[in-house]
């Protein structure tokens, strides 16, 4: 039975060939569309870690919470001490502190309410792969009172690199401390609203505004993405009786567990609008072949097959043209996804973003499985209906369809 549906698959070579570019066409396009997909989650969830959060943040317990009102309170103290347990794991690239505050920015004739961070400069340029210097340059170790300000800040008050600003913010006890510092650059990351209120400055400039040698939270880097979890889980086993919480970078950025949901939804879509394009072109290019092909059938019957032989037959043709098709078609996806990932796709910002970035096409083996598995059931399931027909006609009635 299979060598004879064999044979009849490559002696029908229109329908043959007419079925097999659908399915190629419906596995080739949810391929590229789902690496496109995942693409786009893959260049979002870097671009938050390496321009704001990290991989992992930890605070002390409750700062994530309740920290911005009583930021005196959810301090990490011995903060060294900490970063040497957790730079200890095999997996830790990085962990650097930062001190966060909210104070004003003036540069002699207008103020602006801002958010600040006292960073360690060298470590937070390693991490801020994603960030773009847009006018003067990073921030470095020895830019003791030296100052990057969001893109944002700099349009409101009019500042470049070179420019002289004061900073004001309350101390830990509540008293009014100022600084003077310097613009060293101006910088662009992934958020705009981030932009448009942050700066950074040296950690000890921040501790001595804020008048402390603590800080509120450590930021981890580690050397695979994946790992994130696993970590998360190991740190929080070993810090968890020293009064500290671990945060990962989703937990951090409810934005890309939205972004996510929102693409994952419209993929299934899609999905589902492929799976019933190419089983109604595999329906019609199936009952087309049948219907040409009664009188053989009916001939079958009148040999002595039974009626199930007729449907077995027509459904074995399907699934090796399945497979043919969607082999043939993961081939061509995936050489497309090469093909246009060398080439890039240029993208405008996403919302709330100032940059742009080149998309690629992900080859990302489950969802060519998914894309596979569809070509073929798509397949089979456009079949079973006139299988089903045909094997339930009269011998009679089919052998006429031979005169």
Not at 35 to 45: I, Q
Not at 148 to 156: K, S
Not at 225 to 252: F, H, M, P, R
């Amino acid at each position: 039975m299979f060598k004879l549906a064999l044979r009849s698959v490559f002696r029908q070579k229109s329908h043959t060939a007419m079925t097999l570019v659908a399915i190629m066409a419906g596995v080739a396009g949810l391929i590229l569309a789902g690496g496109w997909v995942n693409d786009v989650f893959v260049t979002l969830s870097e671009a938050l870690i390496h321009s704001q959060s990290g991989h992992l943040q930890i605070y002390k317990k409750g700062f994530f919470a309740e920290g911005t009102r009583a930021p005196e309170r959810y301090l990490i103290a011995d903060p060294e001490a900490v970063k040497q347990r957790i730079a200890a794991q095999t997996s830790v690239e990085n962990v650097m502190a930062r001190l966060n505050f909210s104070g004003l920015l003036s540069n002699g004739r207008s103020d602006l309410p801002i958010i600040g961070e006292g960073v360690e400069p060298a470590q937070e340029a390693r991490l801020g792969s994603s960030v773009s210097i847009i006018a003067g340059r990073q921030l470095e170790d020895n830019d003791t009172f030296g100052m990057l300000l969001g893109q944002g800040v700099a349009q409101v008050l009019k500042l470049k690199p070179g420019d002289n600003v004061t900073l004001l913010a309350n101390t830990l006890e509540g008293a009014l401390n100022s600084i003077d510092l310097e613009v060293i650059g101006v910088f662009q990351s992934f958020s705009n609203d981030y932009d448009a209120r942050a700066i950074k400055i040296p950690l000890a400039a921040a501790q001595e505004l804020l008048g402390t040698r603590n800080v509120n939270a450590l930021v981890v880097t580690l050397k695979k993405t994946d790992d994130t979890n696993s970590i998360a889980a190991l740190l929080e086993e070993q810090l968890g009786s020293s009064g500290l919480e671990i945060k990962t970078w989703v937990e951090l950025n409810d934005f890309y567990e939205k972004t996510v949901e929102l693409y994952k939804g419209q993929f299934g879509v899609l999905q589902l609008v492929i799976l019933v394009m190419v089983l109604l072109s595999v329906a019609n290019s199936v009952n087309m072949s049948i219907f040409e092909r009664m009188g053989e059938f009916g001939t079958m019957m009148a040999l002595g097959n039974r009626s199930s032989d007729v449907f077995r037959m027509i459904m074995i043709e399907n699934v090796l043209l399945g497979v043919l098709g969607s082999t043939i078609g993961l081939a061509i996806g995936v050489a497309l996804a090469l093909i246009i990932s060398a080439i890039g796709i240029p993208m405008p910002p996403p919302p709330n973003a100032n940059m742009g970035y080149t998309a690629h096409i992900q080859v990302v083996p489950s969802t060519l499985l998914i894309s596979f598995s569809i070509g073929i059931l798509a397949t089979v399931l456009a079949a079973v209906f006139p299988a089903r027909h045909v094997s339930r006609v009269q011998v009679v009635e089919a052998l006429r369809q031979n005169l």
